[in-house]
């Protein structure tokens, strides 16, 4: 296959955003039509938390996939599936704000330290957060070397939201597995760099 130009990686961005906004308009129409059934906050809140973190795995397939097909411009498209990862991830907090909670931030405050599942998610979601408004370019040249230390994080968030999700399960076990095997694999690929950045600090401290 011929790598891939620039014009094409503005295409699959287009593509990108217009899946995503699918998706959305999809969330909004089943809301609009009674399609959660009995319990609608519960309906809503497993459509963001799963496109969240299918939004996270998916970015994280980018740069492997760049790699194994030698499509090197395709990792431009990361940043935007990462963008709509964090999106997901605010309005699935925002439902539970909003819906659950009726925007008592002091309960949130509370549910958070009182639920690990919820602590977990706080977690991950100040993560996605930190990753989110550092992502332009122009922050990213400011940060310099702190910036790609910082984006690190990214590991600990895509092994925190299955653990997340597998908590607040009570029944489903199966799904959130299979997103934990997901996440494990996607750390096996970046082995190398995981392991620089484990043991690099402990070296420097010898
Ligand atoms: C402060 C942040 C967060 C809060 C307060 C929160 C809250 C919740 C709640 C209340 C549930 C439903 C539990 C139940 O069914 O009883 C849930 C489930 C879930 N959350 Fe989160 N969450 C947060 C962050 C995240 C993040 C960052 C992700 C993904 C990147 C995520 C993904 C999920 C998934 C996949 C589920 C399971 C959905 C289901 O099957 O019902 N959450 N979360």
């Known amino acids: 296959m011929k790598p891939l130009a620039v014009k094409h990686i503005v295409w699959v961005k287009a593509l990108i955003h217009i899946v995503s906004l699918l998706f959305f ?3 909004i129409w089943l809301v609009l039509n009674n399609k959660f059934g009995a319990d609608p906050v519960d309906g809503i809140t497993h459509y963001t938390g799963i496109a969240a973190l299918n939004t996270l795995i998916v970015t994280m397939f980018v740069s492997p996939i760049a790699r194994y097909a030698k499509q090197g411009l395709l990792v431009r498209c990361r940043r935007v599936v990462g963008l709509y990862s964090f999106f997901w991830a605010t309005l699935h907090l925002f439902t539970y704000l909003a ?3 009726t925007f008592s931030f002091a309960l949130l ?3 958070i330290l009182s639920r690990p599942y919820l602590a977990v998610g706080a977690v991950c979601w100040v993560i996605l957060f930190a990753l989110t408004v550092t992502s332009t370019a122009h922050i990213q040249r400011k940060m310099g070397a702190k910036w790609q230390k910082l984006h690190h994080y990214v590991y600990l968030a895509l092994v925190l939201a ?3 999700f597998y908590w607040s399960s009570k029944s489903e076990l199966i799904e959130p597995t299979i ?4 996440a494990i694999s996607l750390l096996a690929v970046r082995w190398k760099t995981l392991k620089r950045i484990v043991f690099r600090p402990a070296l420097k401290r010898r």
Do not use: K, Q, V
């Open 25 to 27: 308009a999809n969330l």
């Open 99 to 101: 819906l659950d909670l």
């Open 109 to 111: 405050g509370s549910e």
């Open 162 to 164: 299955p653990i997340h």
């Open 179 to 182: 997103y934990f095997l997901l």
